[in-house]
């Protein structure tokens, strides 16, 4: 079933105070909380129990998205419900940033994931009779350390109509809501990686030959993020030239982007990538013999 899917991603923090993600640094342990139900306009498309194990594949369906990002140690969700049942917590206790934190130490995690189903509700076309569903979701992620809620999510999934009012609609916008929720989390926790050196490119010397109008190829440089941090070809990354600058006598760093990267390659080992420099390669190439920069994915 194809579904029409809108997400509107209310983000907090700026690029230099996002949590990143390195191959020199511990994954961050996420949990992710059961998600709440809220004033759910239309269960009667559920059978009896149906929107709990519908609330149910939407955590689930979290979990899995946290764990194939691969940059994350996620919970087991069995862990998280037994310490929730010992302490006689809801959900939606958790509101209250001493009980977050809490948790996140009983748990032995820096991030805790929220999630309430807003709204569940049908229509039905009078002329073909066929119906639509939309399925309205929020997701917050607190950091456990200080309280705050990092991210905010309003997820909305609309279903092409369909002669069904069961709950297939509903499942079918979760089934196709993975990719938007994936890119919304990679926003907030990026990968951060450096530029390690530059790289000669393959060439064929026999083509080479044949045709000497061809373009001059992109530079290449190797970067210290991978496919163990769920690196794939074709993601991007930002290049970042950090300065410090002295305040009152405080040292501050500055991050300035001068370019850009697409991953060309991944290395075996899934430590490193090859980029290709799409945009800044005079300010990167000029820099070849320190080459001090900072590489942030990006979305």
Known sequence: MKMLLCVLILISGTLAAQDRVSVVTKKPRVAVLPFEVGAVSDRQMFDQGGIEKFAESVTQQLVNTFVGLRRFIVVERSAIEKILKEQNLQTSDLTDPSKAVSLGAMLGTEFLVQGTIVNIHTTTSKKDKKSSCKVDLLIRIIDVTTGQIIASKDITGISDKKKDKSANIAYGALDNADAEI?????????????????????????????????????????????????????????????????????????QKAVGKLKVVKLEMDGIFSICEVIEGSKVISADKEKLDFLVVSIE
């Open 182 to 254: 994936s890119r919304s989390i990679k926003q907030v926790f990026p990968v951060e990686g450096k530029i390690i050196r530059f790289v000669e490119p393959e060439t064929d010397k026999k083509a080479k030959k044949k045709d000497k109008s061809k373009k001059k190829q992109a530079d290449l440089v190797l970067i210290s993020c991978g496919k163990d941090l769920g690196i794939k070809e074709g993601d991007k990354f930002q290049v970042i030239q950090e300065e410090e600058i002295i305040v009152d006598g405080q040292i501050f760093k500055r």
